[in-house]
């Protein structure tokens, strides 16, 4: 597989098969009568009610909780209950039980019941830290990690174990927010507007060839970039689609959107760099420097194709089919378009964008036999990612006929999530360039306006529509002044 972190490949194992364990998918005692409302098919967990598949996830002194279906569970309870309130609910399950084993005859087990709930909030803490973003949330953990500790006067192992979990999910919180703050500095890319009617840059003015004129070297440094940026969404982000399209109430949609702060920024940059494509091409002033500027595109994106890089190459491709760039017709003439024949190919929308998807399956399988770091890397595109789990989400139903939740579909979407946030937690084998780097993340790329100015003022316009155009935009940019 994919060099993935610890957290994943621990809760959903190697294959994520989703099939109950031997041993541990049956709750053993304490489990009360919420077992009863459990549906399995072929030792799988197809359907329950909400309160036994609760109940399922807290362990008991004689089970603990597959951990595959500990993620799946985690990440899909989200679009019925907020983490905080889910956790309050455990956190009462967890009391029940304690007190059950304190008057029965089992109180010598106690503390092995108090193990096994600190290692399943060790576990959630792990895999979703930033359900712990809320107060609430966080004053339930330390709750119940209040009362599971009673229980260990002699030597402390439990409150250890509490006190480290604690500190860990400390850490992975601060991280977060640095994280946001930094990029929050950068989230605007600089947009230039370009002179009235003049929107060339001067002939000294530094472009990309300037910069890196190696196609291969370039696909390299947007591989970096992907991986930094889609390496910090995480399982929830991607589950908050599901809660928006549920949601009818405005409000609370608003208050989520910070939770997909994440989510927004890798799209942003897929835009940015489609703009930056473009304003690369419109601005040459040259017929001949915008046919090699054209060309060498192609090439940047053939190689993010052989990296595995799909998302860079869509934006790439979409950079080079805005209107400012495909109406160059002249500058088109000189291109040796065959490698973008097969580039737009491999992207064709039909049938479900299949060209793109056997593509993307080779990656994976090469990525799962990978003898080498750069054999591992897949970088989806991320738009239809997103797409296939809202239609996912959209063709099956939450709920069956009879009421119990419809888990074999979210066992579908976890095992979709899990292959994503494999991808993005493999480590980049490439050489990292600041200098590129910066050029890309920083570069001014020109407004929709100024792409057309500079598109019409290379090539002039052809037809009655792109006259009407031209002549309204100038009009437009003239009264501006």
Same mark, same amino acid.
């Given at each position: 597989?994919?060099?993935?972190? *610890? ?77 905080? =309130? ?31 709930? *600190?290692?399943?909030? $060790?576990?959630?803490?792990? !895999? ?14 330390? !709750?119940? %990690? ?25 850490? /992975?919180?601060? %991280? ?15 947009? =230039? ?18 910069? #890196? ?32 399209? =549920? ?5 609370? #949609? ?10 927004? +920024? ?5 835009? #940015? ?30 190689? #993010? ?6 998302? &860079?190459?869509? %934006?790439?491709? &979409?950079?080079?089919?805005? /209107?400012?760039?495909?109406?160059? $017709? ?25 060209? @793109?998807?056997? !593509? ?9 036999? +990978? ?16 797409? =296939?789990? @809202? ?22 979407? &976890? ?23 910066? @050029?890309?993340?920083? +570069?001014?790329? @020109? ?21 009407? &155009?031209?002549? +309204? ?9």
């Amino acid at each position: 597989m994919p060099q993935t972190s *610890v957290v994943f490949s621990s809760i959903l194992g190697p294959s994520c098969s989703r099939q109950v364990q031997p041993g541990m998918g049956e709750r053993g005692g304490g489990a009360g009568s919420g077992s009863r409302d459990l549906i399995f098919q072929d030792g799988r967990l197809t359907s329950g009610s909400f309160e036994a598949l609760m109940e399922h996830l807290v362990p008991t002194v004689d089970y603990y909780p597959d951990r595959t279906y500990i993620f799946t569970f985690l990440l899909s309870s989200r679009v019925f209950m907020p983490p905080h =309130d889910l956790l309050a609910r455990v956190g009462q399950i967890c009391l029940e039980q304690r007190q059950q084993l304190e008057v029965g005859p089992e109180k010598a087990k106690l503390k092995s019941f108090s193990t096994k709930i *600190v290692q399943l909030l $060790k576990e959630w803490t792990e !895999a979703f830290p930033y359900d712990f973003q809320d107060e609430k949330a966080m004053a339930e953990l330390k !709750a119940i %990690a209040h009362r599971v500790t009673q229980c260990d006067e002699e030597n402390g192992t439990v409150k250890k174990a509490i006190a480290q979990m604690i500190q860990n999910l400390l850490l /992975s919180l601060a %991280a977060r927010s640095q994280l946001q703050e930094l990029r929050e500095k950068l989230r605007s890319p600089v947009v =230039d507007k370009g002179p009235v009617l003049k929107a060339k840059p001067p002939a000294t003015q530094k472009d990309i060839l300037g910069v #890196c004129c190696d196609p291969l070297v370039l696909a390299q440094q947007l591989t970096h970039i992907e991986l930094e940026r889609v390496n910090s969404i995480r399982p929830e982000d991607l589950m908050q689609i599901i809660s928006h399209m =549920d949601s009818l109430d405005n409000h609370r #949609c608003r208050g989520d959107m910070t939770k997909t702060y994440s989510l927004e +920024a890798y799209d942003n940059w897929f835009n #940015c760099l489609s703009m930056l494509v473009a304003t690369e091409v419109c601005r040459v002033v040259k017929k001949k420097h915008r046919t090699r500027m054209l060309e060498f595109f192609i090439d940047v994106a053939r190689e #993010c194709f052989n990296i595995g890089n799909f998302n &860079s190459m869509m %934006a790439i491709i &979409s950079g080079m089919n805005l /209107s400012p760039v495909a109406r160059l $017709k002249k500058t088109w003439s000189k291109v040796k378009t065959a490698k973008f024949d097969v580039l737009e190919h491999h992207m064709d929308p039909s049938s479900n964008f299949c060209n @793109y998807r056997t !593509a993307l399956q080779g990656a994976t399988q090469r990525s799962q036999t +990978a003898n080498s770091s750069r054999e591992k890397i897949v970088i989806p595109v991320f738009n239809l990612f997103v797409k =296939d789990i @809202y239609f996912l989400h959209k063709i099956h139903t939450n709920h069956l006929p009879s009421g119990h939740i419809n888990f074999k579909k979210f066992w579908e979407i &976890s095992r979709q999530i899990h292959e994503f946030m494999t991808w993005t937690q493999v480590e980049c084998p490439f050489e990292k360039d600041k200098k590129i780097q910066s @050029y890309l993340l920083t +570069a001014p790329i @020109y407004s929709e306006e100024a792409l057309f100015i500079a598109s019409f003022e290379s090539e002039g316009p052809e037809n009655h529509m792109e006259k009407d &155009s031209w002549k +309204a935009l100038r009009t437009t940019l003239l009264n501006r002044a």
